[in-house]
T-cell receptor
Framework: GENVEQHPSTLSVQEGDSAVIKCTYS??????FPWYKQELGKRPQLIID?????GEKKDQRIAVTLNKTAKHFSLHITETQPEDSAVYFC??????????FGGGTRLMVKP | DAGITQSPRHKVTETGTPVTLRCHQT?????MYWYRQDPGHGLRLIHY???????DKGEVSDGYSVSRSKTEDFLLTLESATSSQTSVYFC???????????FGEGSWLTVV
């Protein structure tokens, strides 16, 4: 089955700096890669996603890049703000219609 | 937010007792999922359903069973709860595109 690894497990940045979270996946048939943000005590919420036919996607301060050859994808957050503090999860969706999640990254943005 | 309702939202139960968590959706989507979330393990798939009466196992299915008798309802049952099943349980549904997954608000289960 699919295996998704996520790094780092914790990330602390100063407000205004950029944050990068990286994930690797094992199943070359995976074709959809969403990112979720989870605030304390809340549900995971989709913030951005990318499909395998695209190399990069941006949405305001958030961007995701995908390297299919290397089987890794990354989340980039620019101009971080305190409200970006949360746990972020990457995931990979394979042909079996199942989503496998990485272990999560706790992002702390210090004012 | 997707129309997903989980019940109960919080439950404390004793070891050895049966527990059923309910997930109800108003979106009429085909795929429904049960995940558990534990510190250090992220979100792990327990079971999923791809239609009425059609279910399959996920990564951590031991000790759990599911049923889907109607499109809108997906039930997760712990036949005999153990302390290792203390967790937060999230129901999820796939969006219309079949890929995007939306989560319910979660059910906090404590087994004492």
């Amino acid at each position: 089955g699919e295996n998704v690894e996520q790094h780092p497990s914790t990330l602390s940045v100063q407000e205004g700096d950029s944050a990068v979270i990286k994930c690797t996946y094992s199943d070359s048939a995976s074709n959809y890669f969403p990112w979720y943000k989870q605030e304390l005590g809340k549900r995971p919420q989709l913030i951005i996603d990318i499909r395998s036919n695209v190399g990069e996607k941006k949405d305001q301060r958030i961007a995701v890049t995908l390297n299919k050859t290397a089987k890794h994808f990354s989340l980039h957050i620019t101009e971080t703000q305190p409200e970006d503090s949360a746990v972020y999860f990457c995931a990979a969706h394979n042909a079996g219609n199942m989503l496998t999640f990485g272990g999560g990254t706790r992002l702390m943005v210090k004012p | 937010d997707a129309g997903i309702t989980q019940s109960p939202r919080h439950k404390v139960t004793e070891t050895g007792t049966p527990v059923t968590l309910r997930c109800h959706q108003t979106e009429n989507h085909r795929y429904m999922y049960w995940y558990r979330q534990d510190p250090g393990h992220g979100l792990r798939l327990i079971h999923y359903s791809y239609g009425v009466k059609d279910t399959d196992k996920g990564e951590v299915s031991d000790g759990y069973s599911v049923s889907r008798s109607k499109t809108e309802d997906f039930l997760l049952t712990l036949e005999s709860a153990t302390s290792s099943q203390t967790s937060v349980y999230f129901c999820a549904i796939s969006g219309a595109d079949g890929n995007t997954i939306y989560f319910g608000e979660g059910s906090w289960l404590t087994v004492v």
